[in-house]
């Protein structure tokens, strides 16, 4: 989401002590304050509720319900549990009911359907019976992917399935379940929840109107309006798909919810992929963004890349890669001259083969190299995703999420078994995602 988020005033106010969030998130990058729940009717000062994956990598949770010259009763839960998968989807439930016997049963914080029990000693008290959020106050500025208020902390990444039950509080499995195929916790498609249970300030927004990103699903048409452009995703915690990775790079910029790499300081760059494949038939592209030098390459490599001097890694053992120029290099020389250069807005289509250990390439939907293999022999293993650049070089993936970089994909080609690629998907080929690999390796 980047500097989008979603926003809507809260049009009248709750008792405020009991209510549950579930919101599945998955981060681009780890640089920063990611903020998921930023709610405030005081321009962020004293009074609030606020969850946030905070530079330090941890979840905080605030609340604070402060009146007038009173900063009031100051709750914080930080956890110790560390969020640096950005191929993880994450799924998160904040369940506060204040009116329970037990300071424990009060504030409890779930990850995965599980509860965090391991919290950050930050010596804060106990929440009171009987307290009071800030759910409770008209004209409160409700906000999703940013903080409440004046805050900036803008979430970059996705969200999925986002509920807020007002007035109820439910257990993770209301909202999620095991999916029989990938084995990943997922969410219920219908988690059961009537209009009224949601309450008087829930919504559930399941992120499926690409034309209204903030529509609410409850029943209680508590629609947010987006500010910036939120995109439509076709990765979700359903269906997991690659990005570049942010835990494995050299001297790069990921951006755009990390489908798009830029060098960043005119020397050699390097990055891998989230997710890796060793058998079956694989397909995804990629567009030029800039060329920059002829030393700006694609394609595939087994050992990562994280703290690693990558100014010769095309040309080192279990790789291989597409060069601008037209060359192939694979396992430590240039193989292969396809004379197909590549400029500034051309399509690489990759067409893998991991079982025959074959490599074709397509230029802009058409073949390149008569359509013959332009690498044979790929050893077996795992092989991830891999870009280099130089020179403020960059490139944007498109592993079936139908967009480069911000930008939709033109027409979508067939044969995508879900999936959003510019061309059609050679037949027998797939896009790589948890699905697709769980059925199809």
């Not at 900063?71 to 956890?79: A, D, E, V």
């Not at 509860?115 to 800030?134: K, R």
């Not at 192939?328 to 193989?335: A, H, P, W």
């Amino acid at each position: 989401m980047a500097s989008a988020y979603l926003e809507r005033q809260l049009e009248a106010g709750s008792n405020g002590r009991t209510f549950t969030y579930s919101v599945w998130f998955k981060l681009a990058n780890l640089d920063g304050n990611h903020t998921i729940i930023g709610l405030s009717s005081d321009n962020n000062s004293t009074k609030y509720v606020e969850a946030c994956v905070k530079s330090n990598h941890k979840m905080d949770v605030q609340l604070r319900n402060g009146t007038s010259g009173d900063n009031g009763t100051y709750l914080r839960r930080r956890t110790n549990r560390l969020f640096r998968d950005t191929n993880a989807w994450y799924h998160f439930v904040l369940r506060v009911d204040s009116t329970q016997a037990s300071a424990s049963d009060r504030i409890r914080i779930y990850i995965n359907g599980e509860q965090e029990t391991d919290i950050d000693a930050d010596g804060t008290p106990a929440m009171p019976q009987n307290f009071v959020s800030d759910l409770n106050n008209t004209g409160a500025d409700h906000r999703l992917g940013r903080g409440g208020g004046s805050s900036s902390f803008y979430m970059d990444g996705q969200l999925a399935h986002f509920h807020l039950a007002d007035g109820q509080s439910y257990a993770p499995s209301t909202f999620g379940e095991t999916d029989a195929t990938t084995g990943e916790w997922k969410p219920k498609s219908d988690p059961g929840i009537s209009a009224s249970d949601y309450g008087t300030n829930g919504f559930f927004l399941k992120f499926d109107n690409s034309g209204n990103m903030g529509l609410d699903s409850s029943g209680n048409s508590h629609n947010f309006t987006t500010s910036g452009t939120i995109l439509q995703y076709k990765d979700t915690p359903s269906n997991v798909m690659p990005q570049l990775n942010y835990n494995d790079k050299y001297a790069a910029t990921i951006s755009n919810a990390g489908q798009t790499v830029t060098n960043e300081n005119n020397n050699a760059t390097g990055v891998m992929s989230t997710m890796a494949v060793a058998t079956g038939k694989w397909y995804w592209e990629a567009k030029v963004k800039d060329t920059a030098s002829d030393t700006f390459n694609v394609g595939m490599r087994k050992t990562g890349l994280k703290n690693y001097n990558v100014s010769n890694w095309t040309y080192s053992t279990n790789s291989f890669v597409y060069a601008v120029n037209g060359y192939i290099y694979k396992d430590g020389s240039q193989s292969t001259n396809t004379g197909a250069t590549a400029a500034v807005g051309d399509i690489i289509g990759f067409i893998v083969d991991m079982d025959a250990g074959t490599v074709k390439l397509q230029k802009n939907g058409s073949d390149i190299y008569s359509g013959n293999a332009v690498v044979t022999g790929l050893n077996t293993g795992d092989y991830w995703h891999v870009v280099q650049g130089a020179s403020q070089a960059s490139v944007d993936f498109n592993f079936g999420n139908g967009y480069f970089g911000t930008t939709a994909i033109t027409s979508a080609g067939s044969n995508g078994n879900g999936l959003l690629f510019e061309y059609d998907v050679p037949s027998g080929h797939y896009g790589i995602s948890t699905k697709n690999i769980a059925s199809n390796s």
